[in-house]
């Protein structure tokens, strides 16, 4: 690829395997370096060595891409085969090097963050799962939470005082919180039984100072803190720079992946429509500006995907726009290839993320009005534009209603991953079955067999979340992250919870199914049968324009209550097109926010119940609204438009479970049509026999 004494892959990777760490090290940084320079010289590469270093770097710190070498467009788009091997060669070798920090035990990482706090005269300090995002899925490097604590779920809150700590969790988290802590340093509580500053207040000592990196933490979060500490004549202190950092030693790098356009044909509206839209939005709230530091909404609105997190195609950044439709994006350059580059330079100006200090304290010295979302963005944006004299106006981020509603054409993408995921699913589900009988899968290989038959659809980009695939007792954990030493096999005489997802270029899926392994018992059948009573009355529901989630919730739970059984989770969230599988601010759950359904909202479907120690059980479509009709054979006086539900998910339930004496006639008939919906689409997608004629069984009529 380049000229120079080591040009050949073999070279680069040889290493004698019998030398020890320490006498390694300084001669594979020196390969390294010396190839690192002549790779930067042979593609002038901007920045030279140092600068390839650092994008190698964060290319490692980004996930797995489903395009090993897509991010070699990063270096240069016209490379040949040989070229992109050769770079991906020399990312992999400077990742495999011998690290120059050991990391901390984890048995010393809150002692030395304790250390470090008083140092920094503070009692406490805050840590959320969170980056300066606010989004559920987060880059490696900003897993401090999961560092700190050993806790990997999605949400969580954790304060480490001097004396004690706490992990605040939800009711998804519970048992996983307590599993995943030692109980000797992390007491790990439910949040909906104690908030973490009422916990501060009895725990600390009047007058106690708690830092929080304004960075992590929204407006509206650190409000209610503050007013839950004020009381007791407590502090809440914004720290420049996290301690965590300070003893995090192994710290990954900043990730780096490439954004790549979304095209119309995908999304429906040109990204110069979208900015209209948003301008408006501005001009409407007498603002001069607004700041946007959600990814997916960027990512929404300027008709960009990335790679940066997890599961979500999105690329970090911060963006703000005018009420003139200016658009400045403050993302690394970096990580767009030289014609995305081009095309997003009719629609916005790319600013690195650090000169966003510099535009923050501008728009205060000239006085401006400037948007932010309360519940969104970080603090630290709101006490800086407001110390250097701007006027803040919360609003709701104005990407968030029309993200929500999705185009015509993305609900068409929507439909057709969902047939593309349904025939990988009923793949899966014979699979199980074949499995159960013979004894020989367990939740791990279940899990990588789902991700086989997804990688094989047209489309298919990734997850849209780390599956979930618990046997028995591991199903009544919510969020169950399956690992290699926790792995159950897929024995007979229990129940299977398999909840997965994926990112297809047309649209974002997530469905649970629970199946049997070998004949279920009575109460299996019971209680999923009451589980699938309140699915079925919530996908069959019709309702008037402006309802909210909250006042639906109960009619998923409705056949669980008259038997004394609930679940500790909402009952639907809002979903992306081709991002976040979380979205709001639709949402169905007790404790909704208010926000209406409206027509091209996409949302899940999933009630569940979980019987701890024993089996889990949920069931999950997704359902998109509708938009209001009257029908006909009512057509009198009175009578209103009303919202629909239409069901995207394809796959079948298993009649296994179904207990029929349960069902009403509607509810019979309503599975029986479903599943021949399921089998007239899919079958004729489904190139197996095998597969084909399992569909054929799991659907035939009850």
């Not at 104690?194 to 106690?208: D, K, L, Q």
């Not at 009355?537 to 639906?552: E, K, N, V």
Request: hydrophobic share 40%.
């Amino acid at each position: 690829m380049v000229a120079g004494p080591c040009q050949t892959t073999a070279c680069i990777l040889s290493l004698d395997d019998s030398r020890t760490i320490a006498e390694a090290r300084g001669v594979v940084d020196d390969e390294i370096d010396e190839r690192l320079q002549a790779v930067a010289a042979q593609l002038s590469y901007a920045g030279g060595a140092d600068a390839l270093r650092a994008l190698l770097e964060g290319v490692s710190a980004a996930p797995l891409a489903t395009d090993p070498l897509a991010w070699t467009d990063l270096v240069a788009g016209d490379l040949g085969a040989d070229q992109r091997q050769d770079l991906e060669t020399l990312r992999r070798r400077l990742v495999a090097r011998p690290q120059n920090e050991a990391e901390v035990p984890a048995a010393d990482r809150i002692p030395a963050l304790r250390a470090l706090l008083a140092r920094l005269n503070l009692d406490g300090f805050v840590v959320p799962r969170a980056d300066e995002h606010q989004g559920e899925a987060v880059p490696a490097r900003s897993e401090r939470l999961a560092w700190l604590t050993g806790f990997t779920g999605s949400a969580g809150i954790a304060v480490v005082l001097s004396n004690a700590a706490a992990l605040f969790v939800d009711g998804r988290y519970t048992l996983q919180g307590r599993q995943q802590t030692d109980p000797e340093t992390v007491d790990c509580r439910p949040i909906a039984e104690e908030r973490p500053e009422a916990w501060i207040v009895r725990m600390a000592s009047a007058g106690a100072r708690i830092g929080f990196d304004p960075w992590l933490h929204t407006v509206n979060q650190v409000r209610r803190m503050e007013e839950g500490l004020a009381d007791a004549g407590m502090g809440l202190i914004a720290v420049d720079g996290n301690p965590i950092d300070l003893v995090w030693t192994a710290r990954p790098a900043a990730p780096i992946a490439p954004v790549r356009c979304h095209p119309v044909a995908l999304a429906g509206r040109e990204a110069a429509d979208k900015l209209a839209e948003v301008a408006a939005a501005i001009a409407g709230a007498k603002a001069d500006s607004v700041l946007l530091s959600a990814p997916d909404s960027i990512a929404w609105l300027f008709n960009i995907r990335g790679g940066d997190v997890p599961n979500t195609p999105v690329a970090l950044g911060f963006a703000e726009i005018g009420r003139d439709g200016d658009a400045t994006l403050f993302i690394d350059a970096g990580k767009f290839p030289a014609d995305v580059a081009r095309e997003l330079g009719s629609v916005a100006t790319i600013r690195a993320p650090g000169d966003l200090d510099e535009r923050l304290d501008a728009l205060g010295a000239a006085g401006k009005r400037v948007m932010l979302d309360p519940d969104q963005d970080p603090v630290r944006f709101d006490r800086r534009l407001r110390a250097a004299g701007a006027a803040v106006i919360h609003r709701r981020d104005p990407c968030v209603g029309p993200k929500a509603r999705k185009t015509a054409t993305e609900l068409d993408g929507a439909r057709a991953a969902h047939i593309r995921d349904g025939v990988a699913v009923c793949r899966f589900l014979a699979w199980v079955d074949d499995q159960a009988s013979g004894g020989g899968g367990t939740e791990l290989s279940a899990a990588e067999r789902l991700a086989a038959f997804r990688r094989e659809a047209d489309g298919f980009n990734g997850p849209s979340f780390d599956t979930i695939s618990g046997v028995g007792p591991h199903g009544a954990i919510v969020h169950y992250r399956v690992t290699p030493e926790s792995s159950r096999p897929l024995n007979e005489g229990t129940l299977y919870l398999v909840d997965s997802g994926g990112q297809y270029i047309d649209g974002t899926t997530d469905i649970t199914r629970t199946v049997a392994l070998g004949t279920p018992s009575d109460s299996m059948r019971r209680h999923y049968t009451l589980v699938l009573k309140g699915h079925l009355a919530l996908s069959a529901l019709r309702f008037p324009p402006r309802t909210a989630g909250a006042q639906i919730d109960a009619i998923a739970r409705h056949a669980l209550w008259n038997e004394g059984l609930d679940y500790d989770h909402g009952t639907g969230h809002g979903i992306g097109s081709y991002l976040s599988v979380h979205e709001g601010p639709q949402r169905i759950a007790k404790m909704g926010a208010g926000v209406p359904l409206e027509a091209g909202m996409i949302v899940s479907n999933e009630p569940g119940l979980y019987i701890e120690g024993e089996y889990g059980i949920r069931i999950e479509n997704l359902i998109v609204v509708t938009p209001p009709e009257t029908r006909l054979e009512t057509d009198s006086a009175g009578v209103r438009p009303m919202h629909e539900f239409e069901t995207l998910t394809l796959a079948p339930y298993d009649r296994r479970l179904i207990d029929i004496a349960l069902l009403s006639a509607s509810e019979r008939t309503q599975v029986d049509a479903y599943h021949a919906r399921v089998r007239d689409v899919l079958a004729s997608e489904i190139e197996d026999a095998a597969t084909r004629d399992w569909l054929i069984a799991a659907t035939r009529p009850l």
